[in-house]
């Protein structure tokens, strides 16, 4: 299911923007490291293969 766009604040996370909240890198994202929007990222291609 979409949601708004957001990525990660923690350096090893990947340096894409999320916007499924079925794609499996998106969870594993705590909540409290999520920042609102795409900050220019590209994409996450998990979250691009469930759209």
């Known amino acids: 299911m979409k949601v708004p766009a957001f990525h990660s604040t923690v350096p090893s996370d990947l340096d894409v923007y999320h916007d499924n909240e079925s794609c499996i890198l ?3 994202i705590d909540p409290s490291d999520r ?4 900050d220019g990222r590209p994409w996450c291609t998990a979250c691009a293969s469930l759209d």
């Open 26 to 28: 998106a969870a594993r």
């Open 35 to 38: 920042i609102d929007g795409v």
